[in-house]
């Protein structure tokens, strides 16, 4: 995985953790560093755009509230986030977190502790959603027309 | 890298304020409420005047002083400002070496339909003296009002005088210096 692709899935999993989840994990993180905000959690809206059935035309699907927030590590590694709702700690939190899992010296620790423990978390509670919803599915079919 | 203003909303609007004080009131020296951490070699007033003026939509021409990698990355991650190679392509431009800079006359200066389109200077210079230099007069200024600046080049104010006869063209020019400023408009005349 390049290391794009790989801090956009953990920016993205710290992104979706729940807040108390993330609050959780972060505690046991041991000696968090000397940190300060460069850009501290601020709210707005993102216009969200879709496509119909993935290659149609782009329209706007709805704005989405999101919180952003960056941080700069007392040596110099900067973390920014992305999360949608107005929680101003779950964006500072996942900055830092950003910020440290760039660190070679602390990734590793931090992946097994934190990033996850939230993954699996998530894909427990998205399976379960799945299955919860899966006995309502409904198939559509198009009989094929006598005259074609 | 270094943080942006410590209140992005009220700040920003406080700067503004001394914006609109320093065009309303051509020539007259004003203080940029900033606590501000610029990255070198802006000064607080300069800085301030970026972070509140600046955004997505404006392209900024730097001059080399202040083409730094500190100072362009940190513009771009606080307000998201494009940049534009040459002068005439900017809506912006920040110079921070005015010994050096190019004359009035090479930035956007609006068209006749438009001149709402022209492009505003920030010119960091070393010194702003008011109540003597130059007199300057027009509309904002009560009879008269005398500045001298430091650190402009020899023809700056020829250049300003032929930007003032462009009118309704021509650029408008922010002078920053510590934490205050003064604005020289395209409406100001200069004399002697």
Redesign the interface.
């Known amino acids: 995985m390049s290391s794009t692709a790989a801090r956009q899935r953990w920016m993205s999993i710290l992104a979706q953790a729940s807040p108390v989840e993330l609050e959780g994990r972060w505690r046991e993180v041991s000696a968090p560093p000397r940190h300060?905000?460069?850009?501290?959690p601020?709210t707005g809206l993102v216009m969200v755009r879709g496509r119909a059935g993935g290659t149609g035309a782009r329209f706007n699907v709805g704005e989405v509230t999101v919180t952003r927030c960056?941080v700069?590590l007392e040596g110099g590694g900067?973390g920014v986030a992305y999360v949608r709702g107005r929680d101003q700690r779950h964006a500072e939190l996942a900055a830092l977190l950003d910020a440290l899992l760039q660190d070679p010296a602390r990734h590793d620790d931090l992946e097994q502790a934190v990033v996850i423990p939230l993954a699996e978390a998530q894909a427990a509670r998205r399976r379960a959603a799945a299955e919860r919803v899966a006995p309502s599915r409904v198939e559509f079919f198009t009989m094929v027309r006598g005259d074609e | 890298m270094l943080p942006g203003l410590a209140d992005p909303t009220l700040d920003s609007q406080r700067i503004f304020r001394s914006v609109l004080e320093a065009v309303s009131r051509p020539g007259r020296i004003v203080d940029v409420p900033a606590e501000i951490q610029a990255p070198v070699p802006l000064h607080p007033a300069t800085a301030a005047l970026c972070l509140t003026l600046l955004d997505f939509d404006t392209p900024l021409w730097l001059d080399d002083a202040a083409a730094r990698p500190e100072v362009v990355e940190w513009l771009k991650f606080h307000c998201s400002v494009p940049l534009a190679a040459e002068p005439a392509a900017a809506h912006f431009a920040l110079v921070a070496d005015p010994e050096r800079m190019p004359p009035l006359s090479a930035f956007n200066p609006g068209t006749a339909e438009h001149p709402e389109r022209s492009a505003t200077l920030i010119v960091q210079v070393r010194a702003i003296i008011g109540g003597t230099g130059r007199r300057l007069s027009g509309p904002g200024i009560a009879d008269e009002v005398r500045l001298d600046v430091s650190g402009v080049p020899e023809p700056f104010w020829a250049w300003a005088c032929d930007n003032h006869a462009r009118f309704p063209r021509g650029v408008d020019v922010f002078m920053s210096a510590g934490r205050v400023m003064a604005a020289l408009l395209r409406t100001t005349r200069v004399g002697d």
């Open positions: 300060r905000l460069l850009r501290r601020e960056a700069e900067v």
